[in-house]
């Protein structure tokens, strides 16, 4: 029997969460803990950035090494300091993550190549402008049409049918965030590389831009009580990204995962102070393969009968 488990049958009472699981308060140090990991991982994301550009690290290995380091740090947070316990995954979850997450990392590296072969040699190995702007140019425009490929996932009734398999997950952690259609990803990389190279970014820009983007994309999905408060506005978070995996269509807006300029623009911006969903996972469960059934997730395009794509606020 589980700590939480525990709680429910009246034998421990802790201070630190309630018997739904989410963390209600906490000591010093969760305390501590919380007000300074999105600090952190901003920090080192810019040392990164800068020793890579300082010392011409290879980006081939600089953003995977980068990742692994940035999955690791959420997944010790989410055991440190988690907005839901019993968000973590179980022992069956563990594997098929892992595989959904070695597919993602193949459709990603399929989707850079397929990049490389047409347009990549065009992007310029040193800046044509400065840093200092060709950076914020890079995020910006990645984050535009890597928003409206989101966005169009969710409208469009065949592109659903690839992102829905993210959110058939019940639950929002680190581990989850690799449950992709692998179509899915290649078709989303590609068109966002595919717009920094025609567009004429510097590769250090975009390499720069992407490690951000990267170390946003894992930090929103984390299970971890992080709140940044008025930064909602500006950047986005796990407060957010919860919203966006809610069962209450009238709340899933939020289709950046890194900044939230966009759907406040556009309309799809949601989240408020205390706004938390009720249950996340797919609003339709049956229109969907279980998580454990990978396979028939994979083929779910091509199937017969479609699925209604996922409508989110307007």
């Avoid at 525990?6 to 969460?17: C, L, P, V």
């Avoid at 290995?61 to 692994?68: A, D, E, Q, R």
């Avoid at 200092?132 to 409206?148: F, H, K, Q």
């Avoid at 009580?225 to 899933?252: F, K, M, W, Y």
Wanted: glycine share 8%; aromatic share 8%.
């Amino acid at each position: 029997m589980d700590e939480r488990e525990r709680a429910i049958d009246g034998e421990i009472h802790s201070a630190a969460y309630s018997v739904s699981g989410k963390r209600v308060a906490g000591n010093f140090v969760s305390r501590i803990l919380c007000a300074v990991a999105y600090p952190v991982l901003l920090l080192a994301v810019g040392c990164v950035a800068a020793f890579s550009l300082l010392l011409r690290w290879d980006p081939a290995w600089v953003s995977p090494l980068f990742l692994i380091g940035v999955i690791g740090y959420l997944a010790l947070l989410e055991r440190l300091i988690p907005y839901d316990r019993t968000w973590h995954p179980g022992k069956d979850e563990w594997r098929w993550y892992g595989i959904y997450f070695l597919l993602t990392m193949a459709g990603s590296g399929l989707a850079q190549l397929l990049v490389a072969l047409s347009v990549g040699l065009i992007s310029p190995e040193e800046p044509a402008h400065h840093l200092g702007a060709e950076i914020p140019g890079a995020l910006l425009t990645g984050s535009l049409v890597s928003y409206a490929v989101h966005r169009l996932g969710h409208r469009n009734a065949l592109l659903w049918r690839l992102h829905g398999v993210h959110h058939v997950p019940e639950k929002v952690n680190v581990a989850n965030n690799g449950v992709n259609h692998v179509l899915d990803i290649v078709l989303a990389q590609s068109l966002v590389q595919l717009a920094l190279a025609l567009v004429g970014f510097s590769r250090p820009a975009v390499l720069v831009a992407g490690l951000f983007v990267a170390a946003q994309g894992y930090f929103v999905h984390a299970n971890i009580d992080v709140r940044i408060g008025p930064l909602n506005h500006l950047l986005a978070s796990p407060e957010q990204h919860r919203l966006h995996h809610s069962t209450d269509l009238s709340e899933a807006g939020h289709y950046g995962s890194d900044l939230s300029c966009w759907d406040h623009l556009f309309g799809s911006f949601t989240w408020r102070p205390g706004r938390e969903p009720s249950a996340v996972g797919l609003h339709d469960p049956a229109s969907f393969p279980a998580i454990g059934e990978i396979l028939a997730a994979l083929l779910h395009p091509w199937r017969r009968r479609a699925a209604s794509p996922r409508p989110g606020p307007e």
